[in-house]
């Protein structure tokens, strides 16, 4: 990676790790129990063999690699859920690129988890069951997603909104 190329990709990391540790304390406040729980948190030091482009893709790699970042559990409906981050910088809310891949692994190994995409458009916060996603490349929120306050409804609207500006302040906007 060159310079630029290079710090681009540690602030997007970065931004990425702000965005998921937002969503956490968002979940947290609004009465959730959330415990880290990708590959990120718990198995940090595989990071960068698992990164390494001829490292196989095995079966394991892609489960590992997939694991979604958050177990969160709503104490009210006794659920466990488990739950992916992303972060895009979709210039729109109906144009969020996801790579089909990726959305084929979380289907393999983490059929149902709970896929939350914030953006700096539209309502910021968005949720969709993995099982209800197709596998394609680009995604409109309005209509593949639901409202972040729609799946985890314990989630009130003031601390939606104060989130929301803080996203999109991570985001640059």
Request: hydrophobic fraction near 35%; aromatic fraction near 10%; glycine fraction near 4%.
């Given at each position: 990676m060159g310079g630029d190329?290079?710090?681009?990709?540690?602030?997007?990391?970065?931004?990425?790790?702000q965005i998921k540790e937002l969503v956490k304390v968002l979940l947290e406040k609004s009465g959730y129990?959330?415990?880290?729980?990708g590959y990120e948190s718990t198995l940090s030091g595989l990071i960068s063999k698992l990164g390494v482009?001829?490292?196989?893709?095995?079966?394991?790699?892609?489960?590992?690699?997939?694991s979604p970042d958050l177990l969160v559990f709503d104490?009210?409906?006794?659920?466990?859920?488990?739950?992916?981050?992303?972060?895009?910088?979709?210039?729109?809310?109906?144009?969020?690129?996801?790579?089909?891949?990726?959305?084929?692994?979380?289907?393999?190994?983490?059929?149902?988890?709970?896929?939350?995409?914030?953006?700096?458009?539209?309502?910021?916060?968005?949720?969709?069951?993995?099982?209800?996603?197709?596998?394609k490349e680009e995604y409109n929120a309005l209509l593949d997603f639901e409202k972040f306050e729609n799946v985890f409804t314990d989630v009130r609207e003031e601390n939606l909104s104060h989130f929301k500006a803080k996203a999109l302040r991570i985001m640059g906007k």
């Open positions: 190329t290079q710090s681009e990709f540690y602030d997007n990391v970065l931004e990425g790790n129990l959330v415990l880290p729980y482009k001829d490292t196989k893709k095995s079966r394991t790699v892609r489960r590992i690699k997939s104490d009210k409906r006794k659920d466990l859920m488990l739950v992916e981050v992303k972060m895009r910088k979709a210039p729109e809310e109906t144009r969020i690129l996801i790579y089909s891949r990726m959305i084929s692994n979380y289907k393999e190994f983490w059929n149902d988890s709970i896929l939350v995409i914030v953006v700096p458009c539209g309502n910021v916060f968005y949720a969709q069951r993995v099982v209800e996603l197709e596998g």
